[in-house]
């Protein structure tokens, strides 16, 4: 990309030294641009920005207390400072959203800056200085610029093609003010969908994560329930036992009873047979009879 530096002249003096002599110095602080461009410094870049960004706000400031101080119109003042604090805003856009080779950065922001200056100081500045001038009986009219390298245009088409230039220029900082108006919002919707994203991933993980330990409370629990169903199986198996052990143990407690009173009417028997004995003892067939039985077991049937 070609760089064309601003080359300062007496066309673009407007009469008014001081204007004139900080118009010539924003002049050097732009070509200083050219720097950058041989050495693609992006720091320097920044700094060079930096300083003319703050010496044209103190330009600026001279300008309007100039104007003010001659007495001009306050529409007339009004629309010049409205020129300045676009200048401002959009340097200090332009800076905010350079992106790429500080050599081709450094070469769009000269070639917007010196046109702006250009267009601005042949435009607004000389129709504001002629008015100061032409009302200030102290200062000479100044002689008229040197002549170029085509015939100079007549004072009306000169108007003309100014306010054309006026109209293209308001129109491209719109459009500009839109574009990047748009583009930060688009970041903006970009961030906030980028925010609601992690948002939403930060509760999908936050789910996972309770889900999964639900997973394992849920897998405790049903370890847990396998060890009770366990635990019961053996204590039925067990209750069981005990009820195996116990019912034939019962049923021996429970004719123990009954064959005490067997044994009772055992013993009573041989008792009352032993009291007899010797009553029937001349009866040698009726004894060896009884004896018999005994021996035989006959007296334990039912």
Known sequence: MNFEAFAWGPRFECGIAIIDGQHQRLVELINRLGEVLINGNADLLLEIVAEARAYAGYHFRTEEGVWESAGIAPEAQAIHQEAHLDFVAQLDNFVSDLTGAPAEVAALLHGYLSSWLIFHILGDDHALARRVLANSPNRPVPAPPPELTSPPLPSTTEDILLGALHKLYATLTKMNTQLRDTNRSLDTRVRERTQALESANEALVQERDLLAAANFQLDETRSRLLESE???????????????????????????GTLGEYLDDTFAVLDAYAAVEPLIARDPQAIAAVRGQVRAGNCFRA
Do not use: M, W
Not at 244 to 254: A, M
């Open 230 to 256: 366990k635990l019961a199986s053996i204590g039925q198996l067990a209750a069981g036992v005990a009820h195996e052990i116990n019912t034939p143990i019962g049923f021996v407690n429970s004719n123990l």
